[in-house]
């Protein structure tokens, strides 16, 4: 099963930015604020991040970092409806992404669909600790987490 969960590229992309200068990072948007009196960079309309091993496509991005500035990130979220995280063989699609560095947890909810060669699941919630390597799909509403697989 661990084939289906492997979202783990996608620290890669969610990494502080000075981890994120080591590679070539591009981020596309029709806006981007950077606001310091609150500590946040926000992307909004068609965003685009392309690293070398997650491509990121959301409605709106919003970085938020801490006293050590942008070096310091405390949460990135991709938000908006149809986020899509892709990796060179998963693609993973929701409404809201969130990434917290000091815990080491993605989530990412509403509508998940995690897609693969070897099948897709489909859940509410999709939960995974980066730092464990568990992954933990949830469905609410008297739903039920549901899997496709096939042999290879």
């Known amino acids: 099963m661990t084939r289906p969960l492997r979202l783990l590229a996608l620290l890669a992309l969610l990494m502080p930015l000075p981890a994120l200068a ?12 950077m606001n310091e009196a609150v500590r946040e960079a926000v992307f909004t309309g068609n965003v685009i991040v392309k690293h070398p091993t997650v491509n990121v496509w959301a409605p709106k991005v919003v970085a938020t970092y801490g006293e050590g500035g942008t070096s310091d ?3 990135f979220e991709a ?22 560095p000091a815990d080491q947890m993605l989530r990412l909810t ?10 897709t699941i489909d859940a509410t919630e999709l939960e995974v600790n ?23």
């Open 130 to 152: 980066l730092e464990t390597n568990v992954s933990t799909f949830t469905s609410s509403g008297g739903g039920r987490v549901t899997g496709i697989f096939s042999s290879q």
């Open 79 to 100: 938000s908006g409806g149809n986020v899509r995280l892709q990796t060179s063989d998963q693609d993973a699609t929701g409404d809201r992404a969130v990434f917290t």
């Open 73 to 75: 990130i405390q949460t």
């Open 110 to 119: 509403g509508n998940v669909k995690v897609t693969n060669a070897s099948g």
């Open 22 to 33: 080591q590679s070539k990072v591009e981020i596309t948007s029709d806006t981007f604020v």
